[in-house]
Each structure stands twice: as C-alpha cells, then as structure tokens.
C-alpha cells in the first residue's frame, strides 16, 4: 500500500477515491471508471486492508461505482470481502468478485458466494501450472453456475497482467478468452446467447455507472459509518 493508507482514515481515503471518480486522478481530469482491483490475501483481513475495503465502500455509495475485489487462492474470504462491504451498504450488484472458478471439486464454496448475489470474475482463464487447474474446471463450475441459475452474475476473462501472458513473449495472449475459452463453453452445451450474456451484457450492467449515478442522486446522500 502506499503511505497514505497508513495515514488516513477510512472517510478520508473515501474521500480521495470520490474525487478519482468525479473530478480525476491527480489533477488530470481523466476519471476512473471503477474502484480497485483493492483485495485481501490468505487467512484474514488485516487493519489496513479493512481500511481499504470500508473506503471502497463508502465511495461506491456515493457515487455508484463498482468494486472489483481481489481473492487469494481462487476465492478465500471472499464472503467476508462482501460481508465487509454490506456493512458500508454496498449492494451485491455494485461488488464484482475477482480469481474465481479455479477450484475443482469446491462448487459449494462458489455457489455460497453466488447466492449472495455479486458478480463472480472467472478470470483466470488460461493460466495453467503452479496450482491453477485447467480450463477444462473453469468449464465445468460455468455450467455449474449457469445450471443453478446464477447466469446473469458471470464475469469471464484472462487476467493478463505479465509480459509472459503476452503471445510475443510465449504467453496465451490477450484472445485466449475468445479464441479457446468460449468454443470449450459451447463444446460443454452452454449457448450463444449465455456466451453473449457473459461477454457482453453482464460486464455492461457490472460496471454501468452512470445511470445508477444519477438514481443515487434522485434518492438522496446515505449515511456512512465512522470510521
């Protein structure tokens, strides 16, 4: 984290994230779009990253941004990232849970982050080796997901974040996703129009702004806790 996280409370950190989303990042003008990837790691949540978390969501409430979380270890204490967020009144439809599917075997842990209703990342698609499965079980927790009717809350992508990732350095490349995930998808039985609800419309509604923006508004300022 930078120094300021250690110097700041969680309205003042709050504060700072509103004018990134509202006014720009640092003096440029250039607004952000949403809030993170902020994330926590293995075990628990520590003071500082709960600092992070209650900012996060104190500035999602005011102005309607989503938030994308970072899970360690393909989702552990992701039902406490968004217990932590409900706290602030976040709603689940503003919180996007990053690094899931990964786990073989696991569904309950992925159902029981479902049925909280946020919007589940698949999003190591393509990673393979140190502990990553293949894609063959981010296929079958899809389908799982979809078969018990959380198909409006699916997020895909490859989290392409290395130079390693890149295809000139040997990587899977940034069309991985479209061009090996979703045809394992329709080999699977899931259909055109899930893949397109998948690809297009959820990531839309996810990180659709600004007409909750002006709903917010419309409904008038909430109140935060202290910090």
């Known amino acids: 984290y930078p120094r ?16 990134e989303l509202t006014v720009g990042v640092d003096g440029t003008g250039i607004r952000a779009g949403m809030i ?19 900012a996060a969501g104190r500035a999602s409430v005011r102005t309607n941004a989503a938030i994308l979380t970072h899970t360690t270890h393909f989702g552990e204490l992701a039902l406490e990232q ?3 967020l409900a706290e602030e009144r976040v709603p689940p439809g503003r919180i996007v849970i990053s ?24 999003d190591n698609i393509g990673y393979r080796g140190a502990g990553y499965p293949d894609d063959a079980v981010r296929v079958r927790n899809v389908r799982t997901l ?50 397109r609800r998948m690809t297009v419309v959820n990531p839309w509604n996810a990180y659709d702004m600004a007409s909750r ?5 419309a409904a008038g300022p909430l109140a935060v806790g202290a910090d």
Request: proline fraction near 3%; charged fraction near 20%; hydrophobic fraction near 50%.
């Open 36 to 54: 993170g990837e902020i994330g926590t790691e293995r075990m628990h949540i520590t003071p500082a990253q709960e600092r992070v978390f209650r």
């Open 99 to 122: 690094h899931l599917g990964d786990r073989p075997g696991r569904v309950d842990m992925l159902l029981a982050i479902a049925r909280t209703g946020v919007y589940l990342s698949v």
């Open 146 to 195: 979809i078969e018990e009717g959380h198909l409006d809350q699916i997020l895909l992508g490859g989290d392409v974040c290395m130079k390693s990732h890149l295809r000139a350095y040997g990587g899977k490349g940034y069309d991985h996703v479209h061009a090996v995930f979703l045809p394992l998808l329709a080999a699977a039985g899931v259909t055109a129009e899930q893949i």
């Open 4 to 19: 300021l996280v250690m110097e700041l409370g969680a309205a003042e950190l709050a504060d700072r994230i509103v004018e």
């Open 82 to 84: 968004i217990a932590l």
């Open 213 to 217: 923006a002006a709903a917010a508004a």
